[in-house]
């Protein structure tokens, strides 16, 4: 064989494994978005049906109207976005503070700060869900949003800090001094010169937290018991308690659970992958 | 007189450098420079504090406590049981298969997504840029698909009656079914309902939504390998399975021990995908996270024992973490 001949039998070789790749990945997605639309007698059967040849919106209708556990879905979409917003915005706020401060000086303290951000982001869940299931039950937060909300800020905020101080980082200091020379105060300089700059890294760190807080389960699963408090998580996993599996109405939901967060990742792309392989792997 | 105003406003002002004076760096806000990051502080260390380590703290505690309804409901003060919570779990046969299943399912997945997402990522740096492109948003779907909504994609697929992966097995040829399998129907074939198949569909789906993290960062760490080392391996006729072993994998160690170990952390505590494929029912297909919140939480709550059993994983979790730990302050140049 030629060289030539062999390098372009390599590039095929190559974009067929592409292409398999995209395949295997995307299939199991592609699949519960087709059932969503597929009518009944389509979803039910033993045969291969690749795309809904009878295209129907009535389980999207039926999870909207009727729902599950008594509730439209849109009530557990409002629900979880709430409680993904509100983390956000308290953490994002918790987390520039923090990220400029491990970012912008060298003071005693600081090294051990760096581990513990690594170390509280082992803990599971699990063993934290005991011990605020109890304090929130103490304090009147169960049953609350608020109380799920402040459960979130815990979870995203190490990781938050984490990723957010590479971004802080990135912005020359240089920029500040000038600011300073000419007479900023340090309030303005951090608000007109510092903010703005790292203002997409605080898009990018907060979308992670969103998305983290989003499809958490096992803290709304034990510190909410209301129907009307339920998030998506929850919600979808009520499904499989009722008699007789619906997956048509299953497929809907979870189709809607998924469309906010693959936006997210298709917006931000580029910088979620530098940003958490940065967060994550350079340090 | 029109002229005094314009001298006054051209001529004063702007040759007097009085208000270009540094401000002293000393004083800001009242406060000294030295407390400065400290202030910054005090909002997420108040956070880690009070919603993490104290939390943290309360669980070991309970962990030797007794910590029924009545002591929820506060009408009695949580009892001290000593280590009666752990020596229950001599002879609990739950708790050895929650942690024989937790660890198996771990040595199992991890090293399937490291290798998977390896290659793929060594695939995406071949490929041209189009279709590397096409690729990467191909995976992040898998990346994206919320733990819910994998474990809710995963038993649809895998369902006894009307799922693929049953239909597809009842493709293979009789023979080649029945010599493989001992068997040519597979309509009906309850994935769902042994321990060692739920966890085969577990580790499937974990692995499925894992590849593509390890994809990416793997991609980016080869972007930052020179392309010269390549060029040099090429010339000298090195095979594609030496150059990685003698250039990819020395160069990104350090990323791979991370990955490796972020990958431990996460596959020992996967719950949501495990919590809907397999409910809270089947006892026998429990791991350490689903076995210490049921227990914790089923009626009648015993908080104390799954207090105990989720102290186990911390502490798993906790050895491991201090090898991560370890890594990353070698990386740390700043």
């Given at each position: 064989?030629?060289?030539?001949?062999?390098?372009?039998?390599?590039?095929?070789?190559?974009?067929?494994?592409?292409?398999?790749?995209?395949?295997?990945?995307?299939?199991?997605?592609?699949?519960?978005?087709?059932?969503?639309?597929?009518?009944?007698?389509?979803?039910?059967?033993?045969?291969?049906?690749?795309?809904?040849?009878?295209?129907?919106?009535?389980?999207?209708?039926?999870?909207?109207?009727?729902g599950v556990a008594g509730h439209s879905i849109w009530l557990y979409m409002r629900n979880s976005a709430i409680v993904a917003l509100g983390t956000i915005l308290i953490g994002a706020v918790f987390a520039l503070l923090s990220a400029t401060a491990v970012a912008r000086f060298r003071f005693k303290g600081r090294t051990p700060f760096l581990a513990l951000l690594l170390v509280v982001q082992m803990i599971p869940a699990e063993a934290l869900v005991i011990p605020l299931f109890l304090?929130?039950?103490?304090?009147g937060l169960y049953d609350q949003l608020l109380g799920l909300i402040v459960t979130q800020v815990a979870l995203t905020l190490p990781f938050g800090i984490w990723m957010l101080r590479t971004f802080v980082a990135a912005v020359p200091k240089s920029l500040e001094e000038a600011a300073w020379i000419d007479g900023a105060g340090r309030f303005t300089t951090f608000w007109k010169v510092l903010f703005p700059l790292v203002a997409p890294g605080l898009v990018a760190t907060s979308i992670f937290s969103f998305i983290t807080a989003w499809n958490e389960l096992i803290m709304s699963l034990y510190l909410i018991s209301d129907p009307t408090k339920y998030t998506m998580p929850v919600a979808l996993q009520y499904f499989f308690g009722q008699k007789g599996t619906d997956w048509g109405a299953i497929m809907a939901s979870s189709t809607m659970m998924t469309i906010p967060v693959v936006i997210f990742f298709l917006v931000v792309q580029r910088r979620m992958v530098s940003g958490l392989v940065a967060g994550a792997v350079k340090g | 007189m029109t002229n005094t105003s314009t001298l006054s406003r051209g001529g004063g002002r702007s040759s007097d450098p009085g208000p270009r004076r540094p401000r002293p760096p000393r004083k800001a806000g009242g406060l000294p420079a030295w407390s400065i990051p400290?202030?910054?502080?005090?909002?997420?260390?108040?956070?880690?504090?009070?919603?993490?380590?104290?939390?943290?703290?309360?669980?070991?505690?309970?962990?030797?406590?007794?910590?029924?309804?009545?002591?929820?409901?506060?009408?009695?003060?949580?009892?001290?049981?000593?280590?009666?919570?752990?020596?229950?779990?001599?002879?609990?046969?739950?708790?050895?298969?929650?942690?024989?299943?937790?660890?198996?399912?771990?040595?199992?997945?991890?090293?399937?997504?490291?290798?998977?997402?390896?290659?793929?990522?060594?695939?995406?740096?071949?490929?041209?840029?189009?279709?590397?492109?096409?690729?990467?948003?191909?995976?992040?779907?898998?990346?994206?698909?919320?733990?819910?909504?994998?474990?809710?994609?995963?038993?649809?697929?895998?369902?006894?009656?009307?799922?693929?992966?049953?239909?597809?097995?009842?493709?293979?040829?009789?023979?080649?079914?029945?010599?493989?399998?001992?068997?040519?129907?597979?309509?009906?074939?309850?994935?769902?309902?042994?321990?060692?198949?739920?966890?085969?569909?577990?580790v499937i789906c974990v692995v499925w939504a894992g590849f593509p993290f390890v994809a990416v960062s793997v991609l980016a760490g080869l972007k930052g390998v020179p392309a010269e080392l390549y060029e040099a391996a090429r010339v000298d006729g090195a095979a594609p399975w030496r150059t990685f072993w003698k250039i990819t994998f020395p160069l990104l160690k350090p990323v791979f021990a991370v990955l490796t170990v972020l990958s431990i952390i996460w596959d020992f505590k996967?719950?949501?995908?495990?919590?809907?494929?397999?409910?809270?029912?089947?006892?026998?297909?429990?791991?350490?996270?689903?076995?210490?919140?049921?227990?914790?939480?089923?009626?009648?709550?015993?908080?104390?024992?799954?207090?105990?059993?989720?102290?186990?994983?911390?502490?798993?979790?906790?050895?491991?973490?201090?090898?991560?730990?370890?890594?990353?302050?070698?990386?740390?140049?700043?």
């Open positions: 064989m030629t060289p030539l001949a062999r390098k372009r039998l390599d590039k095929v070789t190559l974009n067929t494994l592409g292409v398999l790749v995209f395949v295997v990945a995307t299939f199991p997605v592609y699949w519960m978005v087709s059932t969503a639309f597929k009518a009944n007698d389509q979803i039910f059967t033993t045969d291969f049906i690749p795309f809904p040849t009878h295209f129907t919106f009535e389980h999207v209708q039926r999870v909207l109207s009727e304090s929130v039950k103490r304090l | 400290y202030v910054l502080l005090i909002p997420g260390l108040l956070v880690i504090g009070a919603l993490l380590l104290y939390p943290l703290i309360q669980m070991a505690i309970i962990a030797f406590q007794k910590v029924g309804l009545v002591q929820i409901s506060g009408k009695k003060p949580a009892t001290w049981v000593g280590l009666d919570n752990f020596t229950s779990f001599v002879d609990n046969d739950i708790f050895w298969s929650s942690l024989r299943n937790t660890v198996v399912f771990a040595v199992i997945a991890v090293p399937l997504t490291l290798v998977l997402g390896t290659a793929v990522g060594v695939l995406l740096h071949r490929l041209g840029k189009k279709m590397s492109l096409f690729v990467i948003i191909g995976i992040m779907f898998a990346w994206a698909v919320p733990p819910v909504a994998q474990g809710v994609i995963w038993r649809w697929l895998f369902d006894a009656e009307a799922g693929i992966v049953n239909w597809a097995l009842n493709l293979l040829p009789d023979w080649l079914s029945t010599a493989l399998f001992g068997r040519a129907d597979w309509t009906g074939e309850p994935w769902l309902n042994d321990a060692w198949s739920i966890y085969m569909v577990l996967v719950f949501s995908q495990l919590y809907v494929l397999a409910g809270t029912s089947n006892r026998e297909a429990y791991n350490l996270s689903m076995y210490a919140v049921t227990e914790a939480f089923k009626a009648p709550p015993k908080m104390g024992s799954g207090a105990a059993i989720a102290l186990v994983l911390t502490v798993i979790l906790l050895i491991v973490t201090a090898a991560y730990i370890r890594q990353m302050f070698k990386q740390e140049d700043t």
